[in-house]
C-alpha cells in the first residue's frame, strides 16, 4: 500500500463518482477550492494499492501563529 500525496483533479473527482460509498460534497474537490477562500490549503490525499487508488481524503491545513498548523476532515 501506497500513501499518495496531491491527487490529481480528474483521479480524485474519477474515484469519487465511481466508489461504491459516495462520497459528501465536504470531501470533494470544490470544497477544497471553496476553502481556500477561508484562508484554509486544501491537500488530496489517498492510498493505492497494485496502482490502483482504493482510498481518498481531503484534509485542510489551516496555518496558526508562527510554524504551526492544524489540520481538518470534513466529514471524516
Same mark, same amino acid.
Given at each position: 500500500?501506497? !500513501? /499518495?500525496? %496531491? /491527487?490529481?483533479?480528474?483521479? +480524485? ?11 459528501? !460534497? &465536504?470531501?470533494?474537490? +470544490? ?6 477562500? #477561508? ?7 489517498? &492510498? #493505492?494499492? %497494485?496502482?490502483?487508488? /482504493?482510498?481518498?481524503? &481531503?484534509?485542510?491545513? #489551516?496555518? &496558526? /501563529? ?5 489540520? +481538518?476532515?470534513?466529514?471524516?
Amino acid at each position: 500500500m501506497e !500513501f /499518495i500525496e %496531491n /491527487i490529481s483533479k480528474e483521479e +480524485y473527482e474519477q474515484f469519487v463518482s465511481t466508489h461504491s460509498i459516495k462520497g459528501h !460534497f &465536504l470531501q470533494s474537490y +470544490y470544497w477544497g477550492d471553496v476553502s481556500k477562500h #477561508k484562508h484554509y490549503t486544501p491537500h488530496y490525499v489517498g &492510498l #493505492k494499492e %497494485n496502482n490502483k487508488l /482504493i482510498a481518498t481524503a &481531503l484534509l485542510l491545513q #489551516k496555518h &496558526l /501563529i508562527g510554524k504551526y498548523s492544524f489540520f +481538518y476532515c470534513p466529514r471524516g
